[in-house]
């Protein structure tokens, strides 16, 4: 199994792009996804899938969540509590 990162989805064309590590964008289709429903990815999750060959080149299959939290770099915010009297 390959990782990545959800880099861009489109619900209204039901395919997604993921951004792996050292290689191109690989596309998905709404019906490579699995344990999750489609409509409920973000851009920004961390997942696994498998590489498949077909007539149009790469893209990935059996794409599966493994992490909830975004993994593009976006800024963090830290919440500084008063102080207790």
């Known amino acids: ?3 990545g990162v ?4 489109s619900k ?3 395919f997604g792009l993921i951004r792996v590590n ?3 964008d690989l596309a998905f289709h709404r019906t490579d996804v ?3 429903e489609f409509d409920s990815l973000r851009e ?3 997942v696994e899938f498998e590489v498949y060959v077909g007539f149009n080149g790469l893209r990935a299959i059996k794409v599966k969540v493994i992490s909830e939290e975004s993994a593009l770099g976006k800024e963090t ?3 500084i ?3 207790r009297r």
């Open 34 to 36: 699995q344990d999750i």
């Open 12 to 14: 209204w064309h039901g």
């Open 44 to 46: 920004g999750q961390s």
């Open 6 to 9: 959800i880099r861009y989805i």
């Open 81 to 83: 509590s008063p102080e």
């Open 1 to 3: 199994m390959q990782r």
């Open 22 to 24: 050292g290689f191109k």
């Open 77 to 79: 915010s830290v919440k």
